[in-house]
């Protein structure tokens, strides 16, 4: 069953940007890794090679960027895109990754699906 988002008159010509998409996901800034996931799809939107380099440059960045360690980032990334993959509608999900997904992405996945859909403002 769907979920069913009300968007007001307002909201309808506002810009979809990273922190708007995860939200749409169904998870919130309280998740330690929301703020490193709206930073690195950022990122990869910019330059879509960094996803090729997800552990050796983006983790290590975004560590960095927030003071913390590479393995925290990487960590706190997959609990997001746990937390997404247990939403019950994963109709936005499936639509983002352009076929009907049967398990949870891989944080490069997840990253990249992002990015690119954002990139192409669909």
């Not at 890794?33 to 983006?58: C, D, H, N, S």
Request: proline share 5%; hydrophobic share 40%; charged share 20%.
């Amino acid at each position: 069953m769907p979920l069913v988002y009300y968007v007001s008159e307002l909201e309808k010509n506002v810009t979809l940007d990273a922190e708007r998409l995860l939200r749409l996901l169904g998870v919130s800034g309280k998740l330690s890794g929301f703020y490193f996931a709206v930073y690195m799809l950022e990122q990869v939107q910019e330059k879509p090679e960094y996803v090729l380099l997800i552990t050796k440059r983006l983790y290590k960045q975004t560590a960095q960027q927030f003071h913390t360690a590479s393995g925290c980032v990487e960590r706190n990334l997959r609990t997001l895109v746990q937390a997404c993959w247990r939403q019950p509608d994963h109709s936005l999900l499936d639509h983002i990754a352009g076929c009907p997904l049967s398990q949870p992405p891989t944080n490069s996945q997840f990253i990249d699906m992002l990015a690119a859909y954002l990139r192409n403002g669909t």
